[in-house]
């Protein structure tokens, strides 16, 4: 954990909305929102707990009731990210007549959202790689989610056989691994998704 212990005692985010009183929601929303533009304007460094607190009008206790550390914010900022990505993917089903041309659409409308606020995707990654315990279970229910839109891809709506449920594992370790080496400034956008679709090729072509 990168700050104060956690203080919790209420109001936490992995309660559904609805169980949230109005003012709870919109005190997370402005929580959020404020760790968002720290984010986007300085990236990882830039979202310390007493900033977001203050940035949103909250105190720092009250902050510690809904999260844990910046981690658990960024984390939480992810997955509204999947939601939206899961919504786009529901309305507009991605395209191609391959199972490579549709996980790559995937691939290429994920990539892109990410890469296109790199401040902000930057900070999103380091708290999904930082290996906090109190995030780990988030961070895994991110990989299922991105790993069930990779499969859905891969097998068009038919039921997937053993080989495509591996090679989407694979496939999105790739991929997030490749996004780790964006981050670092190891290579650009274009790389990641180059880097994807020739294992693409060689686990579902191959």
């Known amino acids: 954990m990168t ?8 109001g936490t985010p992995e309660e559904a909305p609805t169980r949230l009183a109005a ?23 830039a979202v310390r ?14 902050l510690y009731r809904y999260f844990r550390s910046k981690e658990d914010i960024l984390v939480f900022l992810l997955a509204e990210e999947i939601d939206t990505l899961e919504k786009v993917l529901e309305a507009r089903p991605p395209k191609g007549d391959t199972p490579r041309e549709r996980v790559m659409s995937v691939f290429g409308l994920t990539t892109r959202a990410l890469t296109g606020r790199p401040h902000f995707a930057r900070a999103l990654l380091r708290a999904v790689s930082a290996g906090e315990p109190e995030t780990t279970v988030k961070v895994a229910a991110f990989h299922l989610r991105i790993g069930k ?3 859905d891809a891969l097998s068009g709506g038919s039921e997937a056989d053993e080989r495509l449920r591996n090679a ?8 997030f691994a490749s996004l780790v ?17 020739e294992a693409a090729g060689l686990l579902v072509e191959g």
């Open 3 to 10: 700050e104060d212990a956690d203080t919790r005692t209420e």
């Open 23 to 45: 003012s709870q929601v919109k005190r997370l929303r402005r929580i959020v929102d404020a760790a968002s533009r720290l984010a986007e304007e300085g990236g990882f460094e």
């Open 49 to 62: 707990l007493r900033d977001v607190a203050e940035a949103s009008g909250v105190a720092l206790g009250t």
């Open 149 to 151: 839109l990779v499969l």
């Open 168 to 175: 989407a594992i694979i496939l999105q370790q790739v991929w």
């Open 181 to 197: 080496g964006w981050t670092g400034g190891l290579h650009d956008p274009k790389a990641v998704l180059a880097q994807v679709d």
